[in-house]
């Protein structure tokens, strides 16, 4: 480790912080890593609830779209909803994504917004 001298008013506090020998930096820096992990797994106090994970929305829209009144749809409007929401609950399993995408058209289709 090389040492530096400088004018006493030439660093700044931050940049003096990181003049630091090595074995410092590397304790500062693993205690930084473990604050941040401890704060992301910590849950926030104003939290009322978690949010439902892609796979548990899209269940939910597939349960809402069945549960949906359709009595105002025309029958081949509904015929073509539902197979869209059959499309869109099948991939809920493995591609969510798609999942909510398809049973979002479904609503659409059938003019109802999901909750």
């Known amino acids: 480790v090389k040492s530096m001298t400088l004018p006493?008013?030439?660093l700044s506090l931050g940049a003096a912080l990181?003049?630091?020998?090595?074995a410092c930096a590397q304790n500062a820096s693993?205690?930084?890593q473990q604050t941040q992990s401890t704060q992301a797994t910590a849950p926030a106090s104003g939290a009322k609830e978690k949010q439902p994970t892609l796979r548990e929305h899209c269940e939910d829209l597939a349960k809402q779209f069945k549960?949906?009144?359709?009595?105002h749809v025309a029958p081949d409007k509904l015929?073509?909803?539902q197979k869209?929401?059959?499309h869109g609950e099948k991939l809920c399993a493995k591609r969510p994504k798609k999942g909510i995408k398809a049973l979002?058209?479904?609503f659409k289709d059938i003019g109802v917004t999901p909750k």
């Open 8 to 10: 006493l008013g030439a």
């Open 18 to 22: 990181f003049l630091v020998t090595p």
């Open 30 to 32: 693993s205690a930084s």
């Open 67 to 71: 549960a949906a009144d359709t009595s």
């Open 79 to 81: 015929a073509a909803a």
């Open 84 to 86: 869209q929401a059959a």
């Open 104 to 106: 979002n058209l479904a």
